[in-house]
C-alpha cells in the first residue's frame, strides 16, 4: 500500500512562491511515476507536472513550463513542486499522485493512469 501526505500549500501575493512537498509512504516509491495534479471548483482536475522514476525524466502543462519544477528525492520518499510567478489563475487545490513506472510516459499526463492519490493541500493566490 502506498500513501501519499501533501504539505507546503497557502495563501501567497500574486508573483510570489510556493514548494509543494508530498511525502509517500511505502517502499516501492523509488520505481513510481509521480504527478502532480489540481482541481478547482466545478472544474476537472487538471495535470500540472509530472516525474518519472527512471532517469528522472519530467513534464509540465503548459500553464506551469517556465515557472513549475518537479522534482524527487528518493532518499526521502519525496516529491516536490517549486511554484514561482505564481498567478490568480493557479489558486486551486493541488494532488499529488503515484503510479507504477510507465513504459509509455504520455499517460502520465491522465489521471486515471494513476494509482494513489493524497488528499490535496490548497493553494490560494491573491491578485
Known amino acids: 500500500q502506498v500513501q501519499l501526505v501533501e504539505s507546503g500549500g497557502g495563501l501567497v501575493q500574486a508573483g510570489g512562491s510556493l514548494r509543494l512537498s508530498c511525502a509517500v509512504s511505502?517502499?516501492?516509491?523509488?520505481?513510481?511515476?509521480m504527478g502532480w495534479f489540481r482541481q478547482t471548483p466545478g472544474k476537472e482536475r487538471e495535470f500540472v507536472a509530472a516525474?518519472?522514476?527512471?532517469?528522472?525524466?519530467?513534464y509540465y502543462a503548459d500553464s506551469a513550463k517556465g515557472r513549475f519544477t518537479i522534482s524527487r528525492d528518493n532518499a526521502k520518499n519525496t516529491v516536490y513542486l517549486q511554484m514561482n510567478t505564481l498567478k490568480p489563475d493557479d489558486t486551486a487545490v493541488y494532488y499529488c499522485?503515484?503510479?507504477?513506472?510507465?513504459?509509455?510516459?504520455?499517460?502520465?499526463?491522465?489521471?486515471?493512469?494513476?494509482?494513489?492519490w493524497g488528499q490535496g493541500t490548497q493553494v490560494t493566490v491573491s491578485s
Open positions: 516525474i518519472t522514476w527512471h532517469l528522472g525524466r519530467t
Open positions: 511505502g517502499r516501492t516509491f523509488s520505481t513510481h511515476d
Open positions: 499522485a503515484a503510479v507504477r513506472g510507465q513504459w509509455d510516459s504520455s499517460n502520465l499526463y491522465y489521471g486515471s493512469t494513476y494509482e494513489y
